[in-house]
């Protein structure tokens, strides 16, 4: 099948050089395409590493590898094999992810625990090893490649390639964060994966990196939402080399601290973005605020509700102004709402207040908010300070055609 | 829009007459349709009641004047409204319901509190109590009606007319359980709500009714799910009159209580069903069990994040046998589960055991399966002895197109 462009897409960025950072691509030919789907980055000695992992009880053996490496707080290299997850493959998909990371750390002289491995596509087929090695020999030999290409050949189903870039200013030092990621593309028969991977030439202690990943990562990939389901494979891994000579950032108090997080935020909150915009079928992306409420994780929850409602989703894409789809999933969240306080708007259009329409509610303003691209819903609780941002994007044919209708 | 009849959908069967139950309908014209929209069901002063209702923090006035007359027992009639649930409609629906209770009770020469209303349709207008009380003074003057005319009526975007029906030989005296249901037709701007309404000739305290209701709810109406969205006015009520002549029914040492509990979860059961069957865009209906988990709500939990799983969904309706989106269902459901013990299979068909796909796996039977119209899902854990079934439907074009594509 052939999907086009997202009509979302965002172009990629001129992303600058990290030293200490090189990216090499290869054709293992994971499935019967003609296309560069192994990606090996090789990370200068002393890198630190963190990183977030999907909460599957069910994880593929690439993360249950990364999960263990990653306390260990240091990373030699990275490699991602695009078309197959080799998620639910037994001790087959051990052995395959064990094999990686032995040979890469053969080509480096480093241990294999500084190897981290990341993988995506068809389900329940262990990676073949044997194209794996010989993927991995190809790129060891291959010259570097341009970011845009490296994040080309992590995709699966994703209908644009997707990077960004921030800076920061750190005890003194401009330091430059990119990222890379990959999401909501889908290889029948199989489910989406976002794997994301960020480096930062900035000096960070491990630790902190983990803490400062962590935060961001609470308002920016735990955010969206495309469908609700959650990937066996999904990382986002964070390297920071350390090439920028600032002094090591170890703990909020350091100079650059807030700067530094708030620049991990901005890029979290980016790639997260670029997730959405190439949501399987997705026409308008949208923006749910809840605020009012309990708690921020109550916040959350609701606003969550709403973004996985099929109905709210549904009538986003047919442009209607349904809050009332809007009040049902605020209702069904199971948080602490109470309906003749709810107030609710699209776009800055108020359309209920108090829990019932807005006297003389005029729908033409929402109507015209409705046929643009991004699509602002706004609650109001009042019960509270907590307040929670996510973000999705619409339930269209397109997400029916990709999922249902076309077989491997 | 017109929409066909549910390819699932089953004949409305013969349901006997309830002595002490009499339904009229009336054309209210909550919208501009001509076609009854009012039911009017009259009981014999000494009827039971007992009821399970939304659990949304925003539900109808509706839902609350039934969560207020439940606990005194008594019942003298039911009120259905189709074309406008008066949800989300501050002090005026508050005062529609009032007005049609006050109106029924004046007629019945009863208290209001012996009056349950429940309406479903638009969201966020007022139920006009002029329409309403003309088409109750129209229902009064009418002749009795059949069940199937009284199904109809309490009809939104339903493809089909539904009931169902039981009996059960309690105290030595045969006594039969009917019922009527509507649910997931759509009315834009709207969500679908699930109305459903038992009428029992059995003699049963209002304290054991509600029990025993309860009970078979879990097992069925809970269990069952078209899109995750859950209604403000999701409502069901069971009546018992006592006109069988059995020895009031108060307690599960009484003879006969097992029987009749046995057929009101029989009977909720078929009900439940229907409503799946007339899911909507429904090709195929879906049955997931799962079993060895740590507990019954464990696995109920498990099967629901499968059934709720917009990937799996649209495989089924794909006929596509992505085992792939079961184990991912499996694993974003946060309860218990092993990954390496995990089995899974489609009808009678093992496809994966031991966390991986079963050696020599031929997936024609599973295919051949997944062409037909029901279709089995199991999931077995390898942890306990819980165990849960639910039901649902695949989500196709016809989902999109009645939520998204169609404005009112």
């Known amino acids: 099948m052939s999907i086009e462009c997202s009509p979302l897409a965002l172009p990629f ?3 600058p050089a990290i030293p200490g950072v090189t990216a090499r691509v290869a054709r293992a030919r994971y499935k019967s395409w003609d296309r560069c789907d192994l990606t090996f980055i090789e990370l200068a000695p002393g890198t630190a590493v963190a990183g977030v992992l999907t909460g599957s009880r069910c994880p593929s053996p690439e993360v249950e590898w990364c999960r263990k490496a990653l306390p260990l707080g240091e990373a030699r290299a990275l490699v991602v094999n ?5 998620a639910f493959t037994g001790n087959r998909g051990r052995a395959a992810v064990e094999a990686i990371a032995a040979r890469a750390a053969a080509h480096l002289g480093c241990r294999p625990s500084d190897i981290f491995v990341a993988s995506t596509g068809v389900i329940g087929v262990p990676l073949p090893i044997d194209k794996a090695e010989a993927g991995l020999d190809n790129a060891f030999a291959a010259p570097p490649c341009s970011w845009e290409d490296a994040a080309a050949t992590i995709m699966t ?11 920061a200013v750190v005890g003194g030092k401009t330091v430059s964060l990119i990222g890379i990621i990959k999401g909501s593309g889908m290889i029948a028969p199989d489910m989406a994966t976002m794997l ?7 000096a960070v202690d491990p630790a902190f990196l983990q803490a400062a990943l962590g935060d961001a ?3 920016s990939f735990s955010c969206i939402t495309v469908d609700g389901d959650t990937s066996t494979s999904d990382t986002v891994l964070a390297f920071a080399t350390g090439s920028a000579g600032n002094a090591v950032l170890a703990g909020d108090e350091d100079d650059g601290a807030d700067a530094f997080r708030a620049a991990l935020q901005d890029l979290c909150h980016q790639l997260a973005q670029l997730v959405v915009r190439d949501g399987e ?9 809840v605020e009012g409420a309990e708690s921020d994780a109550s916040a959350h929850r ?8 099929p109905l709210v989703k549904t009538a986003i894409a047919g442009e209607d102004a349904n809050w009332g789809r809007v009040v049902m999933a605020v209702g069904k969240a199971g948080e602490p709402a109470e309906r003749d306080r709810l107030a609710i708007r699209f776009g800055a259009t108020q359309v209920a207040r108090d829990g019932l329409a807005v006297e003389g509610y005029d729908e033409a303003p929402v109507a015209a908010h409705l046929k643009g691209r991004e699509i602002e819903i706004g609650v109001e609780l009042g019960l509270g300070e907590g307040r929670a941002t996510v973000w999705t994007c619409d339930l269209t044919h397109g997400y029916i055609s990709i999922n249902a209708d076309y077989r491997s």
Chains 1, 2 share one sequence.
């Open 13 to 15: 960025p001129a992303l």
């Open 82 to 86: 695009a078309g197959n997850s080799n």
């Open 157 to 167: 189903t994703d209908t644009f390639a997707k990077g960004a870039v921030t800076r």
């Open 196 to 202: 994301g991977f960020l480096f930062i030439d900035a």
């Open 217 to 219: 990562n609470r308002k």
């Open 281 to 289: 079928g997705a026409q308008k992306l949208i923006e749910i605020t």
């Open 302 to 309: 609701i606003a969550m509700s709403i973004a996985n409602s």
